[in-house]
Nanobody, 123 residues
Framework: QVQLVESGGGLVQAGGSLRVSCLASGDTFSNYGMGWFRQAPGKEREFVAGISWSGSSTYYADSVKGRFTISRDNAKNTVFLQMSSLKPEDTAVYYC????????????????WGQGTQVTVSS
C-alpha cells in the first residue's frame, strides 16, 4: 500500500509558475512509476505527466509539453510537477498517483491516488 499526499497548489496569474509536490509513504517508493493527473469541473480526469521508477523516462500530455516538468527524488519519496507559463485552462485539481504498469497515461493503471491539490490560474 502507498499513501500519497499532494501539496503546493494555489492561485497564480496566467504566465506564472507553480510547483506541486507529492509525498509518498508506505511501500517502497522506487517500486512505482508515478503520474500526475488533473480534473477540472465538469470534465473527466486527464493525464498530465508520468515518470518511470528511476526517473530516467518521462511522459507528457501534448497540452503541457514544454511547459510542465515532472521529476522525482526517491531518497525523499517525493514526486514533483513544475508548472510554467500557466494558462487559465490549466485550472484543475491535480492528483498524483502510483502505478506498477508502464502505460502511464491510463488512470485505470494506477492503484494509489492522493487526495488532490487545487491549482487555479487567473487571467
Amino acid at each position: 500500500q502507498v499513501q500519497l499526499v499532494e501539496s503546493g497548489g494555489g492561485l497564480v496569474q496566467a504566465g506564472g509558475s507553480l510547483r506541486v509536490s507529492c509525498l509518498a509513504s508506505g511501500d517502497t517508493f522506487s517500486n512505482y512509476g508515478m503520474g500526475w493527473f488533473r480534473q477540472a469541473p465538469g470534465k473527466e480526469r486527464e493525464f498530465v505527466a508520468g515518470i518511470s521508477w528511476s526517473g530516467s523516462s518521462t511522459y507528457y500530455a501534448d497540452s503541457v509539453k514544454g511547459r510542465f516538468t515532472i521529476s522525482r527524488d526517491n531518497a525523499k519519496n517525493t514526486v514533483f510537477l513544475q508548472m510554467s507559463s500557466l494558462k487559465p485552462e490549466d485550472t484543475a485539481v491535480y492528483y498524483c498517483a502510483a502505478t506498477r504498469y508502464i502505460t502511464y497515461y491510463l488512470p485505470s493503471n494506477y492503484a494509489y491516488w492522493g487526495q488532490g491539490t487545487q491549482v487555479t490560474v487567473s487571467s
